[in-house]
Every structure is written in structure tokens, then in C-alpha cells.
């Protein structure tokens, strides 16, 4: 299999850093073929806007999405989102590396994922959910937080983490694509950890990627569900 | 009342755009004053890294929360991020405008929360929710979407909005730091809408900011119900 790392940390000498090392080296064990982004050191350009697009479609007002479909189509679009595009398409799985936060991937990140997930090829009309662009393909995220286990899930402090703090990520992200979304690998209270919990850590996420294949994927919404303007079936919209 | 907006499109003739002025019209007629921060315009820098911090308390290893704390406390924190943070803690309303990407801000936006909400002054340790940094002042948001309002709900499509798919921003971010986060203003539909319902839609955010001290708050956990540790009262941790 073909795997892409997007990995989102400043310091290569970081735990995130281990992290994507210790997933990377457990999937080249399996015998895949890694390619990693590492966001921070190719000086990833998040902020979306005018400069994306060279001849467009409506110089005269911006309607972003609609030039992402026509940048691209026309091989017009930023080099750098063509680039990050293709390795994705590239990709049997994608694997995203990071520090959460603010419930969230760091706006490199972010940035990356409003740049690269274009209308027309990642979704866009009935394109989404199982529909989406990215279907046959499977994502998933190793991400680090500082806060404990027990403040998530029903009844916590904070509520559930991927299924809830964590699902615009996941499903109105991830899922929306059309990805096939195995269950996180969450390192809870990292900054706090030591050194031979941080190490038990990476073992376990060597675990996790040699499990790869029988992880659990995350429910997402089933579209025969909807009817076709996407309304609750029984219901008129 | 000091409104501060922190406004992410980055066309002026944007319907975003149009939101952003309708709002500060709307404040400075409730005889409000309105401060902007308009991060297009600023080429605000959303890719929080070492560069933010001048002398740091730990140069060998970068732990960024640990160092937004030294560097605010000392001065030496990225003057951008201090003149930001100048502006929040002088308002006593924070309002964002912004159109939805993948269920959250625009990377730019994102970025902004990221190197802004620093670790002591407005959240850290006990201190969130109720107790968090920003305790006392309000915070709202008016953005804009291409969805429609009923992909979105209990039984819809994609679940709720602001307390689902937007937790993260409304409770995770704004709420986490303490603010009392109003019902957010939802453009619905906005690349499909004619002119007229652009035009009722602007008419509708003046109606929700001359009416916005009766607005409803959204809830948020009560610390009370937590033990010190944050461990749901009754169940051990």
C-alpha cells in the first residue's frame, strides 16, 4: 500500500515528531511505501485566497470553491495544492500527525486541508459521505493532547473527543471526503508523560499500524438514509 | 460596550464581508464602538512556531504552551501576538465572521486561536469554562455556509451545527476560554442565494445585534459538577 504522512509540528525533536518516526517505521514494516508532508518544513502556505489561482474563472469576484474546480481542471491552480493533490490521489491511506489544538489540527494544517480538499475532486454536490471523492481510500490521525483520558466520553468534562470535540474533523472532514475513517490513535497528557510512558506510547502505536487493517472504522452518515436534496427520509425538506 | 470582530475573508466585496459591516453598523447604532481585525488584510501570520518567541525560557526544546506563557509574561512573545491579545482583553465582546470551511474557520482564523488564546492569560491549569481567562466578556459568531438549514439537526444529515459539527469552535474554544458564547448568526446557502435573500439575511444579523444582550447563551459544563481533578463527581478517576 501507498501511505502519505501530513504531519504538522515545528520541532523535529517532538513527541508528534516520534510519533510520525514510530508509525512510519511500523507501516515500512508491513511492507508499505511511506511519503511524508511534513507541513512545517516545506513552509506550507495555509492561508486559501486569490493567490491560488492563476487565470480564472470569474476574475472579478472570488467564489473560492468554484475556482478550485476550474484552477484545477485547467491546471491553473497553485502549484503547491497540485503537488499536495496528487499525493493524495496517489494514496491508499492517508495518516495525519499533529498536536490537537483547540480541538482542532494546527492551522498549517487546517490550512492544508482547505487549500488541498477541492470541490469537484473531494466532494462537491452528491459527492460526500460514501459518495465522496476519497472513497476506496482509508484516513487516519495519531495525534497528541494534553488532557486526560477521563475527560472524555459521555458524562465527562468535555464530552466524547473524536465522535464529538473531534467530528468536524473526522466525519465533517474526513468522512465528508468520502474516506474510509479508522479509529484514532489518541496520546492523551503528553506534556506531563515520562519518559517511559512516552516510549510504551510509541510502542503502542507501533500496535496500532501493524493492526492497521482490522482497526475499527468510525459510523458515518449513511446517505440511502437521506433522500436526493439530502433531507431525512419521512420527513419533506 | 468595546466590540473587537476578527473578520477572515479575503475579499472586500464578499457576502462575509458584507456580514462584517452590517454587524459593526448594527453595534455602532446600539452606540457601541467597533474595533476590526481584518487578518486578510493584515497578512496575518496564522503558523504558530518558534519564531514566536524572542528569548525563550527553554531554548534547547520547544514546548509552545510553556513558552506563550514566559513570552507573554516577559514581553519577548511576537509583537502581532501581543497587539492581538491587547485588543481581546480590551473588549468586552469578541464577535467572528467568517465563511465555514470543513466545520470550522478558515486556516487564517484558526491560526489567529492558535497564537492568540495563549496558554495562562485565557485558559491554563482551572482555568476554563466558567473560570477560564476570558470569564465576563461575551463572544459571539456570524458565518457563512453552503449548507442548508435542514442538513442540519438531530436526524439530519450531518447532526447539529454549533453544539455538533461546531462544538469544537463554540464550547472547545470559545467557551473552554471562558467567554459566554451567544447563539452564533447562521448564513445558510449563501453561493445560492438571489440578491434579495442576501439583502434579508443582512437585515436579519442587524436584527440579531440590536437584540443581542437578550440573546441566549450557549450552555456550557459546569465546573460544579466535576471533582479537582475534573473527574465526573461520583465516579473515581
Excluded at 511505501?33 to 511534513?38: F, G, I, K, L
Excluded at 477541492?118 to 494534553?146: D, E, P, Q, V
Excluded at 474526513?174 to 512516552?198: C, K, N, T
Aim: aromatic share 14%; with cysteine; net charge negative.
Amino acid at each position: 500500500m501507498k501511505v502519505l504522512f501530513v504531519h504538522a509540528h515545528s520541532e523535529a525533536d517532538s513527541f508528534v515528531s516520534a510519533m510520525r518516526d514510530s508509525a512510519k517505521a511500523a507501516f515500512e514494516e508491513r511492507g508499505d511505501t511511506v511519503t511524508v508532508s511534513d507541513l512545517y518544513a516545506m513552509k506550507f502556505n495555509p492561508v486559501s485566497g486569490p493567490e491560488d489561482f492563476g487565470q480564472r474563472s470569474d476574475p472579478g469576484h472570488l467564489t473560492y470553491a468554484l475556482e478550485q474546480r476550474h484552477g484545477y481542471e485547467n491546471g491553473t491552480i497553485a502549484e503547491d495544492i497540485k503537488t499536495e493533490i496528487g499525493k493524495v490521489l496517489d494514496a491508499d491511506i492517508v495518516g495525519f500527525t499533529f498536536p490537537l489544538y483547540w480541538f482542532g489540527t494546527p492551522a498549517i494544517l487546517k490550512g492544508w486541508i482547505d487549500r488541498v480538499f477541492i470541490s469537484g475532486t473531494f466532494y462537491g454536490g452528491k459527492r460526500l459521505y460514501g459518495n465522496g471523492g476519497m472513497a476506496g481510500k482509508k484516513a487516519f490521525a495519531a495525534f497528541s493532547l494534553g488532557g486526560r483520558e477521563y475527560m472524555f466520553g459521555e458524562d465527562s468534562l468535555h464530552g466524547p473527543l473524536a465522535t464529538g470535540m473531534m467530528k468536524h474533523f473526522f466525519q465533517g472532514t474526513l468522512g465528508y471526503a468520502g474516506f474510509s475513517v479508522v479509529e484514532p490513535f489518541i496520546a492523551h497528557h503528553v506534556p506531563y508523560l515520562p519518559l517511559d510512558q512516552r516510549q510504551k506510547c510509541l510502542a503502542e502505536l507501533r500496535d496500532y499500524v501493524l493492526s492497521f487493517d482490522r482497526l475499527p472504522i468510525m459510523p458515518m452518515p449513511d446517505l440511502k438514509n437521506f433522500g436526493p436534496r439530502f433531507e431525512p427520509l419521512g420527513k419533506p425538506a
